[in-house]
């Protein structure tokens, strides 16, 4: 590593130690982390990187976090992690790591999942997997903010909605559980009126979030008349 | 390898009792079976499934699922190993080795890309799927192969990371050179072996 050129060892794949600024609560259980690079290289929105954490005694355990946030925040990149009571990570995130920390981590990794532009674009996702959403979103506001991209956003309570004070009039949500009070818009899992709605003309797709949340709403997107090779999808597993 | 400790973490997740060394680094022991696909879940009926072998081959080979189901079956029990970290140590599947579909076909090429319904495709040397190493498989845990997972009929290559395991399989390719697939062209590593630790293009 030491025999790199700094062009190298910008390249994916290297770890490197980032250290950690603000943390910002954004649900009672999901916080986002602002992370400086020494390496920093810009990601194409959708992108992941993987986080590493090794105790005194040698074990590690790594997991996969989509960035939050626009390659346009140069240096720094926006982790979003949702604390999982059975996980090894995130709750080490949530329960130990403060504002000057120092984590290692690698990246950016993987192109399928990113968006380069294509329009019209829907995005649609459930809990945390608004995540890699978010970049796309933040990206467009600020390169092309005239350019057709709406989100459609399911969660189950009205404290739940990450990103609470970033969502415009792009956005739709559904709330599955429990509306806020005086609530007129959707309730209820998603469904073709909703999608129909949000996406008047079929176009590029992207859809996060658990296994069960993708399997139905990319079905609801070929039902109303989506291409499944435009539809690209991304499933989080049962752990953290 | 760095010395980087990081602040105030320990070990939280157990291996269960003696698999210890059946977890390649960077992996945690997963009991479930989660689902990761890049785009919707295709619908593939027996009925209309069928497996070829082509490319550089003296006889292409063709079955439908019926002539398939003919084929000698093996249990195979394994563990697969996901690069998004998590394996599932312990697991077993049923199908018919790649060493018999190969075999009449006679393949020419060293290399070989094998291509699903749906789109999906991955490359693997030979040499990664034959002398008993790989299965077109019908069956999980003794119940027919969910469409989650790839169900009708899926690849199984559990000595390298699961990607390699294309599902819905309809097909492999023999070629004379190694092509990257649809991973293997969006990040992952060419061969992919955990126990190396191949996740990326640049590990």
Redesign the interface.
């Known amino acids: 590593m030491d025999r790199l050129t700094p062009v190298e060892q910008r390249?994916?794949?290297?770890?490197q130690?980032g250290t950690v600024g603000a943390v910002k609560p954004e649900t009672p259980r999901v916080k986002s982390f602002s992370i400086e690079l020494p390496m920093w290289m810009p990601h194409l929105p959708g992108q992941h990187y993987?986080v590493?954490?090794?105790?005194?005694?040698g074990?590690?355990?790594?997991?996969?976090y989509s960035v939050a946030s626009s390659p346009l925040d140069e240096g720094r990149i926006e982790l979003t992690i949702d604390r999982l009571e059975d996980?090894?990570v995130s709750?080490?995130f949530h329960d130990?790591v403060v504002e000057g920390?120092?984590?290692?981590v690698r990246g950016p990794?993987?192109?399928?999942?990113v968006w380069r532009g294509e329009a019209p674009v829907l995005l649609v996702g459930g809990g945390s997997g608004v995540v890699p959403l978010m970049a796309m979103l933040r990206h467009r506001r600020r390169t092309m903010p005239e350019l057709p991209m709406r989100l459609v956003y399911s969660v189950r309570t009205a404290e739940d909605v990450i990103y609470h004070g970033e969502l415009g009039d792009e956005t739709v949500l559904t709330f599955t559980r429990e509306p806020p009070p005086g609530w007129s818009g959707h309730t209820g899992r998603i469904n073709a009126a909703l999608v129909s709605e949000a996406a008047p003309e079929p176009g590029t797709a992207f859809v996060c979030g658990s296994?069960g949340f993708v399997?139905t709403a990319?079905?609801l997107?070929?039902e109303v008349g989506f291409d499944?090779?435009r539809?690209?999808?991304?499933?989080?597993?049962?752990?953290g | 390898m760095?010395n980087?400790?990081?602040?105030?973490?320990?070990?939280?997740?157990r291996v269960p009792e003696g698999l210890a060394d059946r977890l390649p680094?960077?992996q945690?022991a997963?009991s479930?079976f989660?689902?990761?696909?890049?785009?919707?879940?295709?619908k593939i009926e027996p009925a209309e499934w069928g497996f070829r072998v082509d490319g550089m081959v003296d006889h292409e080979r063709e079955w439908t699922w019926d002539e398939f189901h003919a084929l000698p079956f093996e249990t195979v029990p394994c563990d697969i190993h996901c690069v998004?970290?998590?394996s599932k140590l312990g697991t077993s599947f049923r199908g018919v080795s790649v060493d018999a579909l190969l075999a009449p076909a006679e393949p020419r090429g060293e290399y070989a890309t094998a291509f699903s319904y749906?789109?999906y495709t991955t490359n693997l040397p030979l040499a990664d799927l034959s002398g008993g190493k790989a299965w077109v498989v019908t069956e999980h845990e003794s119940e027919p192969l969910p469409r989650?997972h790839g169900g009708p009929a899926r690849l199984l290559v559990p000595h390298l990371y699961f990607w390699k395991s294309a599902k819905w399989i309809a097909g492999l390719r023999v070629m004379d050179h190694d092509e990257p697939g649809?991973?293997e062209q969006?990040?992952?590593h060419i061969r992919g072996d955990p126990w190396q630790e191949q996740?990326?293009?640049?590990?």
């Open positions: 390249a994916p794949g290297h770890w130690v993987d590493r954490l090794t105790a005194p005694d074990y590690r355990a790594q997991r996969s996980g090894e709750p080490y130990v920390d120092q984590v290692e990794f993987t192109s399928y999942f296994n399997e990319s079905a997107l070929l499944p090779a539809v690209r999808t991304e499933r989080f597993g049962p752990t | 760095s980087f400790i990081s602040r105030g973490f320990t070990r939280r997740r680094p960077g945690y997963e479930g989660p689902v990761l696909t890049a785009g919707p879940t295709p998004t970290k998590w749906g789109g989650e649809f991973w969006n990040g992952y996740r990326y293009w640049t590990d």
